[in-house]
């Protein structure tokens, strides 16, 4: 059998144009497994769409704890209604001062969130801005992933290996920091016999990177091995607050590149099957 590479496009129902792009792309099989921002007021119209183009793709929870607003109360984490922006959750989750039982009620809220509109649990967590990644978050996860799914939901792991990150070249920093968070991810998964990914790429600089999006798909995809995942942020640009979203040509961009000839080319050339996670 070939690799199997597992593309995931982040961030389905946080706009309906992203929405519309991810189910787009999913339809064409030009991407394998979607993360569901819950906490949206667009998901509960944007389920049944997605339900009917998923296929065999994984569907799966993009944790949210950054810049949006809970789905219930959160007096200390986030007294005024919406969650603290990223560097402040970083900040705090580092230093291990979140307030870890007003996290685990918002993801259990998540999660149902996710089962009431799809009908189904989640076929894997992961988190927006990795924060899922964080200490004390990461073990929240990985429990509910083992209780929620049967044994099925798998959890994403920034890992990688330093070697191929320094061959791949793109926001090195950044991957290093990721793959960094993603080791402990990974090894409290395996210990609880938790699916997990076996490499992760897909991190760039999305407002300054020169390279064209071609190229840096052909670096997102040196050394894939089986079970690897590449995340992207694909969608239709929507009317946004300032300050939610720092990606806006860029998911139009990630869109035209996966739909076109070129991505199907390249997986064909590296000899990469693209499909759901392999259990």
Not at 81 to 110: N, T, W
Not at 124 to 149: K, N, S, T, W, Y
Request: proline share 6%; hydrophobic share 40%; charged share 25%.
């Amino acid at each position: 059998m070939k690799p199997r590479l597992v593309v995931c496009a982040d961030d389905y129902a946080f706009t309906p144009g992203i929405s519309r792009g991810i189910r787009d792309l999913l339809a064409a099989r030009r991407i394998s497994a979607t993360s569901v921002m819950t906490g949206s007021d667009h998901w509960p119209s944007e389920a049944a769409a997605l339900k009917a183009v998923a296929g065999d793709a994984d569907i799966g929870l993009h944790v949210t704890l950054t810049d949006q607003r809970p789905l219930g109360s959160m007096p200390r984490f986030a007294p005024g209604g919406r969650f603290p922006a990223m560097a402040d959750v970083y900040k705090a989750g580092l230093a291990r001062r979140l307030p870890l039982d007003e996290v685990r009620s918002e993801i259990e809220r998540q999660v149902a969130a996710f089962i009431e509109h799809y009908g189904a649990p989640p076929a894997h967590i992961d988190g927006h801005h990795h924060i899922h990644q964080l200490p004390g978050v990461r073990d929240i996860v990985v429990e509910i992933a083992g209780r929620v799914g049967g044994g099925r939901t798998w959890v994403r792991s920034g890992r990688d290996d330093l070697r191929v990150i320094l061959e791949r070249g793109v926001a090195t920093a950044k991957a290093l920091f990721i793959a960094t968070l993603g080791r402990s991810m990974r090894r409290r998964a395996q210990r609880r016999g938790i699916p997990v990914n076996t490499g992760f790429s897909g991190a760039y600089d999305f407002l300054h990177e020169a390279r064209p999006l071609g190229e840096l798909f052909g670096r997102f995809i040196v050394q894939a091995g089986n079970n690897m995942l590449v995340m992207c942020h694909p969608g239709y640009i929507d009317d946004m607050p300032d300050g939610l979203d720092i990606m806006t040509t860029p998911r139009e961009a990630e869109l035209r590149f996966l739909m076109s000839d070129a991505w199907p080319a390249l997986l064909e050339n590296a000899g990469l099957e693209l499909g759901p996670l392999r259990r």
